[in-house]
């Protein structure tokens, strides 16, 4: 599985390529960040990050993209940069057929480091270990893309697995519609109802109206 995790941002959208599976030694591929100059116009600067991201796409071929879910903060402004990113990012994978799935911050630390609650320094230390690297990816943007991609690739067979077993209970949970007439009935038209079959007359009795 070779996933592209994306760290969204307007001035530094971190990326970060890793290869392998669950439960197996993984691989960095490419590690970096997509840099928009913070006095250009937000169209100019969302062009440059689609720019930055389709060559990302193009180099690396990933057959899944991982994106950073936003979430609520105090600092508006910096939220609406995140999540305009964010959207970017989305595009460009949904584009070219890429699936998407987006993991929260905490998803990402505990699936890193065990806590939901660790700091960068934590994340980076296990980015680190996990991909066998010899220094922290600088900045702290790439080393999150590469935590977002570590992520989904250890949470992707839980995921399909939960999904499965839902689609399935629900599959045997569905209520059944039965009408009593086959698909061919159905077929042949409205049934036209028969009349129903008159009693026999019964004959006269020939004792009956003779005289003695």
């Not at 599976?21 to 840099?35: D, E, I, K």
């Not at 690396?60 to 305009?84: D, K, L």
């Not at 595009?91 to 890429?98: D, F, T, Y």
Request: hydrophobic content about 40%; aromatic content about 2%.
């Amino acid at each position: 599985m070779r996933v592209l995790g994306v760290d969204p941002g307007l001035t530094r959208c971190g990326v970060g390529v890793v290869e392998g599976v669950a439960g197996r030694p993984l691989t960095m591929l490419g590690v970096g960040v997509v840099r928009t100059p913070t006095d250009a116009d937000l169209g100019h600067r969302l062009v440059a990050v689609e720019q930055g991201l389709e060559q990302w796409l193009d180099e690396y071929r990933p057959e899944f993209v991982a994106v950073e879910r936003v979430f609520s903060q105090h600092n508006v402004r910096t939220v609406m940069g995140t999540a305009q990113a964010s959207a970017v990012a989305l595009l460009c994978a949904s584009r070219r057929g890429i699936p998407v799935a987006l993991h929260t911050p905490s998803e990402v630390k505990a699936a890193v480091t065990g806590s939901g609650r660790a700091d960068k320094a934590q994340v980076g230390a296990m980015v680190i270990r996990l991909l066998r690297l010899d220094a922290p990816p600088k900045p702290a943007d790439a080393a999150d893309a590469l935590a977002l991609a570590i992520c989904h690739i250890w949470r992707a067979p839980a995921q399909n697995r939960l999904q499965q077993a839902a689609a399935l209970h629900a599959s045997r949970t569905a209520p059944r519609t039965t009408t009593g007439r086959t698909a061919a009935s159905k077929a042949s038209g409205p049934r036209t109802p028969t009349a129903p079959i008159p009693s026999p007359i019964p004959s006269p009795d020939p004792s009956k109206g003779r005289t003695a």
